[in-house]
């Protein structure tokens, strides 16, 4: 089965420094991999899915960016951290049109 | 496009309680329907999945049944424990629904259970 590695597992950042968050997976190939963000006490927001390497999607318009350097990590980074930017962000990864998606343990960040 | 809504929360219990709750959805082909459960702190984490009509998904004493007339997933449990304690999210995979097949959640139910 998959393992999902995230790092770190907390951060907290000042206003205006850059992120980078790291995804890597194991026990799979050629995965579709997703960036979610979870606000405080709300669900789950879809920021980007890649299909393969160098593909990303971007769901929501915003100052975060996504890249997939190789087939299985994947990274969301942001050139300068808004106060909004502070939740809980969760990597998943899925194999396959009809395969079941599965989560890593999440990155929590906070930004002051 | 496709939507995914269960009851809102927080629903609070006491152990050995029934529990019920509410997973509706409206989706454009044959999608694939799932509960997720969030422990405090942590990721998410699959409980169970139908990926047809009248399928039943299990795990851990849970069961939910995918019923296509009602276009509902409820997940039920006969007897609730205090480490049930989460966030339940439900969830569709619609890969015809414009959504390239990937996860549609509803906003979450936060399950409290009292010993």
């Known amino acids: 089965s998959q393992t999902i590695h995230q790092w770190p597992a907390t951060l907290v950042q000042p206003v205006g420094s850059p992120l980078s968050l790291e995804c890597t997976v194991e026990g799979t190939s050629n995965p579709n991999l997703y960036w979610y963000r979870q606000a405080a006490g709300r669900g789950l927001q879809l920021l980007f899915y890649?299909?393969?390497?160098?593909?990303i999607s971007s769901e929501v318009p915003q100052n975060l960016s996504a890249s997939r350097p190789q087939d299985r990590q994947f990274i969301l980074s942001s050139k300068k951290l808004l106060l909004s930017d502070s939740g809980f962000y969760l990597c998943?990864?899925?194999?396959?049109?009809?395969?079941?998606?599965?989560f890593g343990p999440g990155t929590r960040l906070l930004v002051l | 496009g496709d939507s995914v809504t269960q009851m809102e929360g927080p629903v609070t219990l006491s152990e050995e309680a029934f529990l019920t709750i509410n997973c509706t959805y409206t989706a454009t082909g044959y999608p694939s329907l799932f509960w997720y459960v969030q422990y405090p702190g942590e990721g998410l984490q699959l409980l169970l999945k139908?990926?047809?009509?009248?399928d039943k998904g299990s795990n851990k004493g849970f069961e939910a049944t995918y019923r296509k007339e009602t276009t509902s997933f409820h997940l039920e449990k006969g007897s609730v424990q205090v480490s049930d304690s989460a966030v339940y999210f439900c969830a569709l995979s619609d890969y015809y629904g414009g959504s390239q097949g990937n996860l549609i959640f509803g906003k979450g139910t936060k399950l409290s259970v009292k010993p």
């Open positions: 890649s299909v393969g390497i160098g593909q």
């Open positions: 139908a990926t047809k009509a009248d």
């Open positions: 998943a990864s899925k194999q396959g049109v009809g395969g079941t998606q599965y």
